[in-house]
């Protein structure tokens, strides 16, 4: 009996060090969610981008927040006579935030993959309401900066610098 | 039994040492100052380091926090998070292939964060080799030459520019079809093959020493000269060119003439090829309109300012963002206006606006590519390795280019606006990547609002365009004699006529060139 013990003994010892250490990355750990006032930027009619608040259940982690932040932001303003700035097809890729303040948001949708046709405006517009969005919901973010399928990008439409994490601007809000 | 207790327990302490000393998580850092175990993994292929055990290693801290962990080695700072495959230093990227992972609260990374991280901070380069498992950090080899080369076709002419790191022996060659550029020292290329979507140049080739730049037809050739701060060579190939197979001789560096004044003029025509920026609602392109009114704006500025105009692309062809500011880098522009035209979500939008770059759009990286296209005589007096001096130097001309660019965007927004007759809009900021890195005064026009239609329709009229570019060409005129005035190189108008009999015309005084001057320069003198 003594001896099948050792022999037990011996191989729980042999099996415990060659047992792979287990993971646990800090990624969604705890999906909770809570509900929110996020306060969203729409364009306005005189062209400068305008606050609407609204309730959304969001996760309590930083990334699946921010995401859904800007899921919302993309599904366009209440008052329906607003359009929509970003093409329809967009999509919001993930979204994340670094120590040093640094949010990062990655966007997708085949019109920003094959190029997004139009004028400096607009893009202005679409990309500071992004980043009016973010900075406002998250106030431990300093700066955004926008990546296009996750990869760094020069602009959503040929303008716009977003290849650097801009931060916002109250001359475009009103 | 007994007998073989003694043997059984000897093999399966032998079969744990064996399967211990195969399990993959010990590597060997490979450091200067010797050798050191760090612990690793692999997860889904990819080797990972413990970030700690490699920061100590180099005399860095690592700090975690809320979101995420800090990395500090001497005074470089970069940062990364466990579910982003992106790390940041300063405003620059460190990508990895995979987000790095906490194992037991311990974080571990890819070796290229520390690649990224150590290249910026500390000149020094990070190599794995997965057969020895040896991670090693040791300084930058500089030995071989680094090589980039851009294409810009600028008026027929592909200006094919060669930039290296440091100063190479060289020789070209002609052969059919092709040039091929062959360096002294061993070269370290950022390709192996990079096709141009140009009209001349197919595509670059490089093997061994050897640079091979493939044209696209048996009658591309050119002239070829060297520019020193950086040491670039220079390529300017067209069609219908004849020369000789064999070697080229080397010809002198076509340097321009520093006048002070507005002399070059580099105007950019929004979009083109496959971007055509913003479409009308009657299916107007925005590249088509912009092109239009920027041939006639060139022809109108040449002919009254006198001005050698550059324009950045004279067909419908693609040029890129960072390609159009080197351009008018290049060529020592005095001023730069991309010109464009505007789209809005909001019906009935419309009017002139006039943009310039906003005050902290302008960076590190724009500074270093700016150095590289436009080696000024200013900045080839700097002494080299004055770094410090050299990006104070740069802050204070880009506030002194930002000054200047908001008074060009007034003068055109004040033309603009007798045009449309809209006067709300007005002058602006935003970082426009076009007006990243210009070291000249730069504006953005945007016209009017392609996506208004009857802004469209005036837009695609030849009545309209005429009146844009009268008003665009007054500007600039008035624009450069205000500058000319503000420095000097015009007197001042006197203040008011004494008497009738004693009033003078206002006389422009420009400084005679050089005897060097070249074909471009000489047009200066005629200002």
Redesign the interface.
């Given at each position: 009996m003594r001896?099948t013990a050792?022999?037990v003994l011996?191989?729980a010892?042999?099996a415990g060090?060659?047992k792979k250490?287990?993971?646990?990355?800090?990624?969604?750990v705890e999906n909770k969610v809570a509900v929110r006032s996020v306060t969203l930027y729409f364009?306005a009619?005189d062209?400068l981008l305008a606050a609407e608040t609204r309730n959304v259940a969001l996760p309590e982690n930083?990334?699946g927040a921010m995401s859904a932040v800007v899921r919302e932001l993309f599904k366009g303003s209440a008052n329906t006579s607003i359009?929509?700035?970003f093409p329809g097809d967009t999509v919001v890729r993930g979204a994340?935030?670094?120590?040093?303040g640094?949010a990062?948001v990655d966007l997708g949708g085949a019109t920003l993959t094959n190029?997004w046709?139009?004028?400096?405006?607009?893009e202005?517009?679409a990309t500071y309401s992004v980043v009016q969005t973010i900075t406002t919901n998250f106030p431990?973010t300093k700066r955004v900066?926008i990546?296009i399928n996750?990869?760094?990008a020069?602009?959503l439409a040929?303008?716009?610098?977003i290849?650097?994490?801009?931060?916002p601007?109250a001359?475009y809000v009103r | 039994m007994k007998r073989f207790l003694p043997l059984l327990i000897l093999a399966l302490l032998a079969a744990a040492s064996i399967l211990l000393a195969q399990s993959p998580n010990q590597a060997t850092l490979r450091l200067p100052a010797g050798d050191k175990p760090v612990s690793m993994t692999t997860q889904n292929g990819q080797p990972y380091f413990a970030a700690d055990e490699v920061v100590t290693a180099l005399g860095g801290t690592i700090a975690r926090d809320a979101n995420g962990f800090r990395v500090t080695v001497g005074t470089s700072v970069a940062a990364f998070a466990p579910d982003s495959r992106f790390g940041v230093i300063r405003d620059d990227l460190i990508e990895m292939p995979a987000p790095p992972v906490v194992i037991d609260g311990k974080p571990y990374v890819n070796w290229q964060f520390f690649q990224g991280f150590l290249s910026r901070a500390s000149d020094q380069e990070v190599l794995w080799d997965g057969s020895t498992r040896v991670l090693t950090i040791r300084p930058q080899q500089h030995n071989a030459v680094g090589v980039q080369v851009s294409v810009a076709n600028i008026q027929g002419i592909s200006k094919t520019v060669i930039t290296l790191t440091a100063p190479t022996d060289y020789q070209i060659i002609k052969e059919q079809g092709a040039y091929t550029v062959r360096f002294k020292a061993p070269i370290r290329a950022p390709f192996v093959e990079q096709a141009f979507e140009d009209a001349n140049v197919a595509k670059v080739v490089f093997a061994g020493n050897d640079l091979k730049i493939v044209l696209t037809a048996e009658d591309v050739a050119g002239d070829a000269y060297k520019l020193d701060n950086p040491f670039r060579i220079i390529l300017d190939l067209r069609k219908g060119a004849v020369a000789p197979l064999g070697v080229v001789p080397p010809s002198g560096p076509q340097k321009p003439v520093d006048l002070p004044g507005i002399h070059t003029i580099v105007i950019d025509p929004g979009h083109g090829g496959k971007e055509v920026g913003a479409i009308g609602p009657g299916g107007l392109m925005e590249k088509d309109a912009t092109l239009a009114v920027c041939r006639k704006l060139a022809d109108a500025l040449s002919n009254k300012l006198k001005a050698r105009v550059v324009l950045t692309r004279t067909d419908d062809s693609v040029v890129s963002l960072d390609q159009r500011t080197a351009i008018a880098n290049q060529y020592h522009a005095d001023l730069f206006l991309s010109v464009h035209m505007n789209a809005a979500i909001v019906k009935g939008a419309k009017g002139s606006e006039t943009y310039f770059l906003s005050a902290d759009a302008s960076d590190e990286l724009a500074k270093k590519a700016a150095e590289t296209e436009n080696a000024s005589a200013k900045a080839a007096q700097q002494p080299a390795g004055a770094s410090d001096l050299k990006l104070i130097l740069w802050d204070l001309a880009q506030q002194e280019y930002l000054s200047e660019s908001s008074q060009l965007a007034k003068s055109i927004q004040v033309e603009l606006n007798g045009v449309t007759g809209v006067t709300g809009r007005g002058v602006k900021q935003a970082p426009f990547k076009v007006l990243v890195g210009a070291t000249m005064p730069a504006a953005l026009v945007e016209v009017a609002f392609i996506t208004n239609p009857e802004e469209e329709a005036k837009i695609n009229s030849a009545e309209f365009q005429n009146v844009v570019v009268d008003a665009l060409t007054r500007a600039v005129e008035k624009y450069k004699t205000e500058y000319e005035t503000r420095i000097g190189v015009i007197q001042p108008a006197p203040a008011a006529p004494v008497a009738p009999a004693t009033t003078t015309t206002p006389k422009a005084t420009t400084t005679t060139a050089p005897a060097t001057t070249t074909t471009a320069a000489a047009t200066r003198t005629g200002t």
């Open positions: 001896k050792v022999v011996l191989l010892l042999v060090a060659c250490k287990q993971l646990s990355t800090n990624l969604n364009e009619p062209m930083h990334a359009p929509r700035i994340y935030l670094l120590p040093d640094t990062f190029g046709g139009t004028g400096s405006h607009e202005l517009m431990e900066r990546l996750g990869t760094p020069e602009t040929g303008h716009i610098n290849g650097r994490a801009l931060t601007n001359a | -």
